[in-house]
Nanobody, 119 residues
Framework: QVQLVESGGGLVQPGGSLRLSCAASGSIFSTMGWYRQGWYRQTPGKQRELVASITRGGITTYADSVKSRFTISRDNAVNTVVLQMNSLKPEDTAVYYC??????????WGQGTQVTVSS
């Protein structure tokens, strides 16, 4: 059983920062069966979109809209993925979901955490 537990969402003013964490547990992490972890976001009426991801080999990918503002990292010792979000904009407002993808392309999701950027 894979569990992804997110934390760190909330309300922040434009230009501010937030740090999202995703604590991962389950057999795929102990047996190296995972391939990539990342963060997606979704707003009402829109499809869930990739924000940032990191592979087991450390390769990172970012959506164009967050490049140079967001940074994804992973602490392999504790299976935690962190998304550092700086210079936040109102358009970053969304529910953010942690994702883990296995080597067989199976996806697991966290419960989601709300990020609201507003003055």
């Amino acid at each position: 059983q894979v569990q992804l537990v997110e934390s760190g969402g909330g309300l922040v003013q434009p230009g501010g920062s937030l740090r999202l964490s995703c604590a991962a547990s389950g057999s795929i992490f102990s047996t190296m069966g995972w391939y990539r972890q990342g963060w997606y976001r979704q707003t009402p009426g829109k499809q869930r979109e990739l924000v940032a991801s990191i592979t087991r080999g450390g390769i990172t990918t970012y959506a164009d809209s967050v490049k140079s503002r967001f940074t994804i990292s992973r602490d392999n010792a504790v299976n935690t993925v962190v998304l550092q979000m700086n210079s936040l904009k109102p358009e970053d407002t969304a529910v953010y979901y942690c994702n883990a993808q296995t080597v067989t392309a199976k996806d697991y999701w966290g419960q989601g955490t709300q990020v609201t950027v507003s003055s």
